[in-house]
């Protein structure tokens, strides 16, 4: 899996949109870009997933740049529920178990 | 949610005695995976499986072992519990990650103190 690049943490203010980057200069064409996030003392969560196109549903938001070499997940309306650890992963190719890094740990204040 | 299953969930346990953990799955998943979660490092993985019997190792498979005689249920066992394995387990499943679009289901962890 190629590896990500995530900013250590982050902070948002509640009903704004919270954008998270992340870098994976060296993806592969068949590789999948996923989003995961982990509240606190949780299991982690799966949001999303691209290829190459850009994908929103109920949750957020992934933009995936036309290089493919980084993406932004975005929670359009932040809550201070959205307060986590949030996971970015390329995924697939040869190599089919996820890695997961330290993530970006997203604060949402009031 | 995806129906999986840890037990116990909370674990106090002495240096020395054995351990073992159990997730359970009602998806009928091929796949299954346990991680381990401490301060600094992340979500590391332990041991994966790809069907019944069929396992191998993760990055930190040090001190584990694990056994999945049916499809819905994943063991982890430490056979003699050291301080090091002090952490926070989360069971995972999956489909079938060959494809690269799969998506890992967690479960809600399990909390092991090893005294």
């Known amino acids: 899996d190629a590896k990500t690049t995530q900013p250590t943490s982050m902070d948002c203010a509640e009903g704004r949109a919270a954008n998270l980057p992340c870098n994976h200069s060296?993806?592969?064409?068949?590789?999948?870009v996923y989003w995961y996030r982990q509240i606190h003392s949780q299991g982690p969560q799966y949001i999303i997933h691209?290829?190459?196109n850009n994908e929103t549903n109920e949750m957020a938001s992934l933009i995936i740049t036309e290089d493919r070499k980084s993406s932004t997940l975005i929670l359009p309306h932040a809550t201070l529920r959205d307060t986590a650890v949030y996971y970015c992963?390329?995924?697939?190719?040869?190599?089919?178990?996820?890695?997961f890094g330290r993530g970006t740990s997203l604060i949402v204040h009031p | 949610d995806a129906g999986i299953t840890q037990s116990p969930r909370h674990k106090v346990t002495e240096t020395g005695t054995p351990v073992t953990l159990r997730c359970h799955q009602t998806?009928?998943?091929?796949?299954m995976y346990w991680y381990r979660q401490d301060p600094g490092h992340g979500l590391r993985l332990i041991h994966y499986?790809?069907?019944?019997?069929?396992?191998d190792k993760g990055e930190v498979s040090d001190g584990y072992s694990v056994s999945r005689s049916k499809t819905e249920d994943f063991l982890l066992t430490l056979e003699s519990a050291t301080s090091s394995q002090t952490s926070v387990y989360f069971c995972?499943?999956?489909?079938?990650?060959?494809?690269?679009?799969?998506?890992?289901?967690f479960g809600p962890g399990t909390r092991l103190t090893v005294l």
């Open positions: 995972a499943i999956s489909e079938s990650p060959q494809f690269g679009t799969d998506t890992q289901y």
């Open positions: 060296t993806i592969s064409g068949n590789e999948y």
């Open positions: 691209g290829l190459k």
């Open positions: 992963i390329a995924q697939g190719g040869g190599s089919y178990i996820p890695t």
């Open positions: 998806e009928n998943h091929r796949y």
């Open positions: 499986s790809y069907g019944v019997k069929d396992t």
